[in-house]
């Protein structure tokens, strides 16, 4: 199963990869449109993903959005404001430790408290963020923000810089990916699963909870930053309004309906929901009465996300099919 | 500093002091029965002043009508809310919160449709100013809101410290199995509770109707001060929210007189990383 | 091996321990044994670093352990279970399993992430070592199932698998019996006995007075936090306070 698994996913990454070239020989109109999408959906696949990690751990963090918008602001102080540093790349790197270390300095206050504290004092960060961002205009531009931020070099590789962004953020997507299934596949993201169920009996398993909890959160925010700072570029510019609460609403819709069970879940669920906003974006205010409603919804009749409809059909067709090893699949859950 | 500036200030923190205690306390209630911290507890702040709004301006009432009006209905938005959102999933602790989360966004988003991108104000009846001793002077609406506040706040503690229900509510908190074991109808008295809670969440909104603008997100600054002070006054213990409150409505009248209006925001959570670092459980908490 | 001296620990001013002392030497098989109250799973707690008391010592192996963070006593080799069904209930049963085995360095994040050949040693011996476990405990036919959906007997099988897992010296079980029917009772009297049998020293709180009289060679006896008695079963029996609590409760 694993080696059907693994080849479907390599087709896939062969056909992102070619897609570019396909569309545009066939229909280049529509290529601005796609990779847009696209760039999109595969910069929230990896958000997504990283807060997935950390709700393993039972870490609920309302703040993904102050994060991204961390490391995006500290890319566009670095390149622009300040003119300190030219080469984009660094700016993205310091811009995700920059996230990183704030997100370790929050754990460290919160971490070992009840859960309750982490969701708050993370929600209370993210509100906070906002106020602050708009009230000085050094280094962070106050309302307007920071414009023209430049790409990074070797944007124009494959021709436009849409197309150099594809590229960027797909790579950015499938490393995000191949660290974060590694990890879960790991003792160490065992321990992240049972901390995130019972994080006392971890303890008396001779697991220094407090130490993994700040790892997991600080390693998701870094791989979040890494994004961030590439949102910054792709923006060319960011602004207070670019990160309000909705960014980390979003992060933590693409895990609820896409489901937390299984690592898949986040990916189809950034999917789903890039795609519900470039539909909803022409519909205003109309998108928060959806989304909130669609959230009462899925968490009332499909708490798993739609993955969990994916796992019954796949028990259903197992029972039904030809080959079973005798005592059934061994199939470690990915995670 | 002259003597005048710091009464004023002190007379606005006890005002803001007020408010807040409305809300801080609703939201400690339901966060005492159902250990889930409600998110949507901001809408109703909004739709209580929506209504106080809409009855007043609609429908012709007057003002203190208006507040009876949310008197009478929401305990029953309340029960609602509970028995719709929170009772089929009640267990899932990650599911509560997150059902909250989208009832606030679908409400703030239909605020958002209804009622338009325009803030609009609502005057109290008597536009008097008061001269208090010491040379201040404040508006007899944010006294009334205060006396109002305060009278409220006395009913909700003795409904909880003295009546049979008070003390059902106290026992499903600490023990929710032996609770039941007594015979306490669990889900009756959480479903008072999240009345009693979410009336005091529209109260605040239709008192401060009259003192502030208007707008959809009018209920997200009280719910963040809110917060703040559950953490700040131990969650769970109303005696704590009401201690916090006032603190923290000193905080955000002598940050905001003194260092600019978002002073108030960073001071309280600054306030809460000290206390966190420190005494988690909250000035009042118990473990 | 395990010396509990001069316990004291309170809660909001109520006196959980008052001044507890005594002793659980290599090779014992010593029970706990009190009525409800009596303050036998705080005592558990205080041992393993859960609470820290507020006067008095515990010392393992002559090392002061009082207070240390449960995580690094239970690391001294020291393993415990719980008195309800303390399961990672959506894990399978070699995932629990697997939590309990320790390793002589923590996995690392990196070598995690990167596969190294080392983590691919360590993550191999875990396996084994938790098959191992399930193999002792007869717990094959049920080895990828989630913990969940086993009966409560068999969840209580599991968890003392994952204590089991760490090889330790010294097993502290919290009411194992409880909940259970006769023979699931004389099943577990049985393994704890093999497992006593091969050197392991075990602490066992119950309240089933017969299974503890019948196997342990030591009983210490609590009443309102304090040892009313200390020895072995048959002094215990005789012992006039003990019948004085007891009252009424044939052992």
Known sequence: MNNIKTFLVLILLVLLAGLPFLIKGIAPGWWELFSHILTKIFLNVAFGLCLWMMLQAGMLSLGQGAFIAISAYMTGILSVKYQLVTNLWLCYLIGALTASV?????????????????????????????????????????????????????????????????????LYAVVVTLIIWSVSLSKVGLIYKSIGQNDILTTFCGIHVRRYKLQVFALGCFLTGVGGGILASYLTAVSPETFTFFASLDIIMINLIGGMGFIMGPIIGAVILTGMNEILFAVGYYKMTVYGLMIILVIRFLPGGLISILAVLRTAFRRTGGNQKKGGEVERTVA | MPSQLIMQMAVTGLVLGS?????????????????????????????????AYYATKFA???????????????????????????????????AGYMSTIGVWIMIEGLGWQFFGTVEKGLSFPYEVLLRLPGGVIIPLSKVTVCLLAVLIIAVVYFVVGRTKLGRQMRAIEQQPKAAKLMGINSDRVVAMGFALGITLAGMAGGLVSTLYSISPTSGSGPMLKAFIII????????????????LLGFIDSFGGTLFGPQAGHFLGFALVIVLLIFKPAGIFGHE | MLEVEGIVKSFAGLMAINEL??????????????????????????????????????????????????DLIVRKKISRTFQHSTLFFDL?????????????????????????????????????RAEEVIALLKLERHAYEEAKRLPYGLQRVVSMGTALAGNPDLLILDEPLTGLISAEVEEVMDRINYLHTRGLTVMIIEHNMRAVMGHCNRIVVMTFGTKIAEGTPQEIRQNPEVIKSYLGVSS
């Open chain 2, 60 to 94: 012709g009432l007057p003002y203190f009508v208006s507040l009876f009006l949310i008197l009478a209905v929401f305990p029953f938005i309340g029960i609602l809310f509970e028995r719709v959102i929170f009772r089929p999933i009640r267990h899932l602790w990650l």
């Open chain 2, 231 to 246: 953490i700040l006054g131990g969650l769970g213990s109303v005696t704590g929210s009401v201690v916090a409150s006032f």
């Open chain 3, 92 to 128: 399978s049963v070699i995932d629990n399993i697997s939590m309990g085995v320790r390793t002589t360095s923590e996995v690392g994040l990196m070598e995690a992430v990167f596969k190294t050949g080392s983590n691919r040693q360590k993550e191999k011996r875990i396996r084994e």
């Open chain 2, 19 to 51: 408010i807040y205690m409305l809300m801080a306390s609703g939201l400690t209630l339901i966060y005492g029965i159902m250990h889930q911290v409600n998110m949507a507890h901001g809408v109703f702040f909004m739709l209580g002043a929506m209504l």
């Open chain 3, 21 to 70: 002392s005594f002793a659980v030497h290599r090779g014992d098989l010593l029970g706990l044994i009190g009525p409800n109250g009596a303050g036998k799973s705080v005592t558990v707690n205080v041992i393993t670093g859960f609470y820290r008391p507020n006067r008095g010592s515990v010392r393992y192996r002559r090392e002061e352990i009082t207070g240390l963070r449960p």
């Open chain 1, 102 to 170: 704030v997100s370790l300095l929050l754990g460290l206050i919160t971490v070992h408290l009840r859960r309750i504290f982490f969701l708050l004092v993370t929600w209370a960060f993210a509100e906070m963020l906002h106020p602050i961002l708009t009230s000085f205009e050094n280094p962070f531009g106050g309302a307007a923000g920071i414009v023209n931020i430049p790409p990074p070099s070797g944007i124009s590789l494959f021709g436009e810089p849409g197309t150099g962004y594809y590229f960027i953020t797909l």
